[in-house]
């Protein structure tokens, strides 16, 4: 089994996630008593969070290159940055560490062409559905996006980082989530792509009209393909 370093505490609550997954999927592929053999570096959100409303990229990708840098000296073969929004600076990441780091957006859009899916709607944080680091990715696949929708993403933003980061899941988060997935499903879209590694809290993933795209299934599932691939 090949080691695994995952950088988490964007949210905790997704690392949490992450972690799960990625052990039950190892425990059923090869039984037993098995379970994955990885890394964490769990960062504190805050300092995050500082620097993105204060528009500080570099700095940001700064904290992120000397993660990247523990989990490889630790033994890590590959990284995975376990949040979506965080992407916004993996150019400035992935060339620093000599190891590679998966990128999210890749994973999903190559499950999604390997499905078939031509087209999609996005959904997730506000920068991950409006700015381009994200959506350029999915499109390179061959997957045609819906435009977003700039009422809704300020709505699903303030659900993620008011309420899910925190670990809470509001009925009237869920029936908004779900008035917003049935809007989605009237256009013309193949499906959604949950564009943040929390919204599966208040999104049941496996019973809506569209086949739904969950990021952190989908990437934590990758990680899983690396570590029992052959070296």
Same mark, same amino acid.
């Given at each position: 089994?090949?080691?695994?370093?995952?950088? =988490?505490?964007?949210?905790?609550?997704?690392?949490?996630?992450?972690?799960?997954?990625?052990?039950?999927?190892? #425990?059923?592929?090869? =039984? =037993? !008593?098995?379970?994955? #053999?990885?890394?964490?570096?769990?960062?504190?959100? @805050?300092?995050?969070?500082?620097?993105? $409303?204060?528009?500080?990229?570099?700095?940001?990708?700064? /904290?992120?290159?000397?993660?990247?840098?523990?989990?490889?000296?630790?033994?890590?073969?590959?990284?995975? &940055?376990? $949040?979506?929004?965080?992407?916004?600076?993996?150019?400035?990441?992935?060339?620093?560490?000599? %190891?590679?780091?998966?990128?999210?957006? *890749?994973?999903?859009?190559?499950?999604?062409?390997?499905?078939?899916?031509?087209?999609?709607?996005? &959904?997730?944080?506000?920068?991950?559905?409006?700015?381009? !680091?994200?959506?350029?990715?999915?499109?390179?696949? =061959?997957?045609?996006?819906?435009?977003?929708?700039?009422?809704?993403?300020?709505? &699903?933003?303030?659900?993620?980082?008011?309420?899910?980061? !925190? @670990? #809470?899941?509001?009925?009237?988060?869920?029936?908004?989530?779900?008035? !917003?997935?049935?809007?989605?499903?009237? #256009?013309?879209?193949?499906? &959604?792509?949950?564009?943040?590694?929390? /919204?599966?809290?208040?999104?049941?993933?496996?019973?809506?009209?569209?086949?739904?795209?969950?990021?952190?299934?989908?990437?934590? *599932?990758?990680? %899983?393909?690396?570590?029992?691939?052959?070296?």
């Amino acid at each position: 089994m090949r080691k695994i370093g995952l950088v =988490g505490g964007m949210s905790w609550v997704s690392t949490e996630s992450y972690y799960r997954r990625i052990n039950s999927e190892v #425990q059923r592929r090869l =039984g =037993g !008593f098995s379970s994955a #053999q990885l890394s964490i570096e769990s960062v504190n959100y @805050s300092d995050y969070a500082r620097l993105q $409303s204060d528009d500080d990229w570099d700095a940001a990708a700064g /904290l992120m290159i000397r993660s990247a840098k523990r989990l490889e000296n630790a033994g890590a073969t590959a990284i995975l &940055i376990c $949040s979506n929004a965080m992407h916004k600076i993996y150019e400035q990441v992935a060339p620093e560490v000599g %190891v590679p780091i998966l990128h999210i957006a *890749d994973c999903v859009g190559d499950k999604m062409v390997a499905n078939g899916v031509k087209n999609a709607a996005l &959904i997730g944080t506000r920068n991950v559905m409006t700015e381009g !680091f994200y959506r350029k990715r999915l499109v390179a696949k =061959g997957v045609t996006l819906s435009p977003p929708d700039e009422n809704r993403a300020e709505e &699903i933003d303030r659900i993620i980082y008011e309420e899910l980061m !925190f @670990s #809470q899941a509001s009925r009237d988060s869920e029936r908004t989530m779900k008035t !917003f997935l049935t809007n989605i499903a009237k #256009q013309e879209v193949e499906a &959604i792509v949950l564009g943040c590694t929390e /919204l599966a809290m208040i999104v049941d993933t496996k019973a809506n009209i569209l086949p739904i795209y969950d990021s952190m299934e989908i990437h934590a *599932d990758a990680a %899983v393909e690396w570590m029992l691939s052959e070296n």
